[in-house]
């Protein structure tokens, strides 16, 4: 069993928790993109974009518990997974937004050259076309 029950109404709910969660066992697994899906919902609703190793932190420091020695009980274990996935699921997010982050300008630019090649031309619906461009040369930018 997961958990053992005290005499309290604490360790009583807690003991109906773990029954439930094991007779779930063999559905945890499904769980798993839930809770990394929780942890990219926790990201998006940060009021700032965090650094990477901000974002990182949290991923660090349930792993780090999850190495110690501390002695644990299967419903700790479980949960300690959890806190797992959902750090995961924060630092892959950020990690993600990283790896796509496309350059900014740093000021407003009114009238400069663009250079580059048409990729595609897609119809709009209201009419007229919508262009992508692949840019080569924006002005006198550096790359």
Do not use: H
């Not at 990219?40 to 700032?48: D, E, Q, R, S």
């Not at 699921?89 to 400069?112: F, I, M, T, Y």
């Not at 050259?113 to 897609?122: A, H, Q, T």
């Amino acid at each position: 069993m997961l958990g053992t029950a005290g005499s309290d109404n604490g360790g009583g709910l807690l003991a109906a928790l773990a029954r439930r969660l094991e007779a779930e066992q063999e559905r945890w697994f499904c769980w798993l993109p839930v809770l990394i899906g929780c942890g990219i919902g926790a990201y998006f609703a940060l009021p700032v974009e965090p650094s990477v190793p901000t974002a990182l932190v949290p991923l660090l420091v349930v792993l780090a518990w999850r190495a110690s020695g501390t002695p644990r009980t299967p419903l700790l274990s479980l949960l300690i997974a959890g806190l797992i996935a959902v750090a995961f699921g924060l630092a892959l997010a950020k990690l993600r937004v990283e790896w796509v982050r496309a350059p900014v300008l740093a000021r407003q630019l009114n009238s400069v050259e663009v250079r580059g090649w048409v990729e595609l031309i897609e119809p709009r619906p209201a009419g007229g076309q919508r262009l992508t461009l692949r840019v080569t040369a924006l002005g006198d930018l550096a790359e």
